[in-house]
């Protein structure tokens, strides 16, 4: 039951960064619930690695208490990088 509670942890997470993070973020993001969710979880890790260089517990204080503030902020502040590089790729793609 561990691992799929750490799945769920991490999709509930994820929606939640996600949506903070786009809600933080100006300017009008195009982008589905679904890639919000993938682009929160993925900011999640990039922001435990900004943890980890500032002398936090980096992603392993992610994985092992996502649902404190500190690791909520870090992880929006990593989504927040993410969705802008994001932003940045698919800009040029679209017509």
Same mark, same amino acid.
């Given at each position: 039951?561990?691992? %799929? !509670?750490?799945?769920?942890? !991490?999709? @509930?997470?994820?929606?939640?960064?996600?949506?903070?993070?786009?809600?933080?973020?100006?300017?009008?993001?195009?982008?589905? !619930?679904?890639?919000?969710? @993938? %682009?929160?979880?993925?900011?999640?890790?990039?922001?435990?690695?900004?943890?980890?260089?500032?002398?936090?517990?980096?992603?392993?204080?992610?994985? *092992? *208490?996502? !649902?404190?503030?500190?690791?909520?902020?870090?992880?929006? @502040?990593?989504?927040?990088?993410?969705?802008?590089?994001?932003?940045?790729?698919?800009?040029?793609?679209?017509?």
């Amino acid at each position: 039951m561990g691992l %799929l !509670w750490a799945i769920i942890s !991490w999709i @509930i997470i994820g929606a939640l960064v996600g949506l903070i993070a786009r809600a933080i973020m100006p300017g009008n993001q195009a982008m589905t !619930w679904g890639m919000t969710i @993938i %682009l929160g979880i993925v900011g999640a890790i990039v922001g435990g690695f900004i943890g980890g260089l500032f002398g936090g517990s980096g992603v392993n204080g992610i994985i *092992n *208490n996502p !649902w404190s503030l500190g690791t909520i902020v870090l992880s929006v @502040i990593g989504a927040i990088v993410v969705m802008a590089i994001y932003g940045l790729v698919t800009r040029n793609s679209r017509v």
